[in-house]
Every structure is written in structure tokens, then in C-alpha cells.
């Protein structure tokens, strides 16, 4: 069992940049892929990005070049640096955690622990 608290959300213009932060308590931090996910109002959840706990990191096509994600075992805190945001990237961020395994998982149902998320507002 993981326990996931995001923070760092809030109204940030277009361009501007937030950085959200994820830290779990519980079961070893080391045993889990963390991902990020969004949902914006009246759509689904959507995969943002994922560290694995080999160290590799992957996001969605839409926010290449402009997200990185990163992970403290110390603090047991995984991040997420956004730039450049966009107004249509407003939307509550999740965290999410999962067992480890061999494969990136990227759907909502892969992940077994979620935060209760963040809200982030891109204003025009």
C-alpha cells in the first residue's frame, strides 16, 4: 500500500511554468513506476509522463520538449516540471503509482494508487 500527496498546482499564464510535486508514503518508494495523468473538465483521464524505477522517463507526444520528470528516493518524491504551458492543459494532475515490472504502462487502469490530485489553470 502507497499513500500519494500531489502539490504544487495553481493559475499560471501561457508560457509560464509550475512544478508539481508527488510524495508517497508507505511501501518502499523504489518498488514503483510513478506516472503523472490530467484530466481536463468533461474529458478522460489522459497519461502525461512516467518514470520508471530503471530510471527512464517517457511522456506524451503533447508535452515533449516542454515537461521533464524527475524522482527523489530520498524525500520519496517524484516531480513534474512543466514549461510552457498551454491553456488547454488546464486540468487537475494526478499522481499515480504502480508494482514495478518489465513494461510502460501508460492507461489509467495499469496504475494502482492515485493521489487526489491538483489543480492546475493555464490562463489566457
Known amino acids: 500500500q502507497v499513500h500519494l500527496v500531489e502539490s504544487g498546482g495553481g493559475l499560471v499564464q501561457t508560457g509560464g511554468s509550475l512544478k508539481l510535486s508527488c510524495t508517497a508514503s508507505?511501501?518502499?518508494?523504489?518498488?514503483?513506476?510513478m506516472g503523472w495523468f490530467r484530466q481536463a473538465p468533461g474529458k478522460e483521464r489522459e497519461f502525461v509522463a512516467a518514470?520508471?524505477?530503471?530510471?527512464?522517463?517517457y511522456f506524451a507526444d503533447s508535452v515533449k520538449g516542454r515537461f521533464t520528470i524527475s524522482r527523489d528516493y530520498a524525500l520519496n518524491t517524484v516531480y513534474l516540471q512543466m514549461n510552457s504551458l498551454k491553456p488547454e492543459e488546464t486540468a487537475v494532475y494526478y499522481c499515480?503509482?504502480?508494482?514495478?515490472?518489465?513494461?510502460?504502462?501508460?492507461?489509467?487502469?495499469?496504475?494502482?494508487?492515485w493521489g487526489r490530485g491538483t489543480q492546475v489553470t493555464v490562463s489566457s
Open positions: 508507505g511501501r518502499t518508494f523504489s518498488s514503483y513506476d
Open positions: 499515480a503509482a504502480r508494482i514495478k515490472d518489465d513494461l510502460l504502462r501508460t492507461r489509467e487502469y495499469e496504475y494502482s494508487y
Open positions: 518514470f520508471r524505477w530503471s530510471g527512464r522517463s
